[in-house]
């Protein structure tokens, strides 16, 4: 990948995990990479507590939105250098086919937004969950990616999906 990489990350409803990664990595990776989400099933709107989150750890939400991945499989669309599933749903699902020939990895983790339980809880999940993709999105930055070659770069990338905490 080259300088200001662009990275998808996906999951079903595009609500809560990949709209903080796309947040954590824009904010982040500003200059190195731009980043997008987007769902298979997208529910139409950012969950609040994932907003929240976002707002507590600093990083800015505004313009943060549900929108399906057909918006970047069609003409026009952004050339993708990296799509990241972070559900497994999404991964089992039959993606389109993505302009640019990104190379894909999966960093599967909970869905925050389906945990049942008081809000208090809940916002826990929304941390823990943060905190997760937080930390696969710093191994991400710090990845020497000018001196892997592709098949090394996309095992570096999907060796990520193992840090949990």
């Known amino acids: 990948m ?8 996906l999951c079903t409803g595009n609500s809560a995990r990949s709209i903080m990664a796309e947040a954590t990595l824009s904010d982040l990776g500003a200059g190195r990479y731009i980043a997008y989400s ?4 997208p529910t139409g709107s950012p969950h609040p507590m994932a907003l929240q ?10 313009g943060l939105r549900s929108k399906s991945w057909d918006e970047f499989a069609v003409a ?22 993505w302009p640019g020939g990104p190379m ?3 960093w599967g983790v ?24 937080r930390k696969r999105v710093e191994g991400l930055l710090a990845l020497d990616v000018s001196t892997l070659d592709r098949d090394s770069l996309r095992q570096a990338i999907q060796a990520l999906s193992q840090v949990v905490d």
């Open 2 to 9: 080259v300088s200001s990489s662009r990275v998808l990350f």
């Open 38 to 41: 987007a769902g298979s099933h």
């Open 53 to 62: 989150v976002l707002a507590e750890q600093g990083h800015p939400a505004s």
């Open 76 to 97: 026009g669309a952004p050339d993708l250098d990296l799509v990241v599933t972070v559900c497994d749903n999404a991964r089992n699902e039959s993606c389109p086919v």
């Open 104 to 106: 894909a990895v999966h």
């Open 110 to 133: 909970e869905d925050p937004a389906s945990f049942q339980g008081g809000e208090a809880a809940q916002h826990e999940a929304f941390v823990r969950v943060y905190g997760v993709l």
